[in-house]
Nanobody
């Protein structure tokens, strides 16, 4: 059974770049069968889809975040990384990584990691 685990700094200063890594175990990231996805939940709000990438594919990101979002896949480490640039306190959230079928069904999630952006 595949497992996902987020890692990265819990505190980031405004205007800096947030970088989070998701480590995948129990399965290979080098497959075109899935999309590797980042989702977040700001305090008191619902889930917000950030973006996704696939092996040998391209990054697709939410229109509201597209200009600041990059998602990279590292097959040698079986990891994928989110970079969100020019962060503000509004980017404070619990960030999740997830594996998604092309049908938009999510079958595996990380436990989530809290990121706070200080002004």
């Amino acid at each position: 059974q595949v497992q996902l685990q987020e890692s990265g700094p819990g505190l980031v200063k405004a205007s800096q770049t947030l970088s989070l890594t998701c480590t995948v175990s129990g399965g290979s990231i080098a497959t075109t069968n899935f999309y590797w996805t980042w989702i977040r939940q700001p305090p008191g709000k619902g889930l917000e889809w950030i973006g996704m990438n696939s092996y040998r594919g391209s990054t697709y990101a939410s229109p509201s975040l597209k200009s600041r979002t990059s998602i990279f896949i590292d097959t040698s480490k079986n990891q994928f990384t989110l970079q969100l640039s020019s962060v503000t306190p509004e980017d404070t959230a619990v960030y999740y990584c997830a594996r998604m079928f092309p049908t938009w069904y999510y079958d595996s999630w990380g436990q989530g990691t809290q990121v706070t952006v200080s002004s």
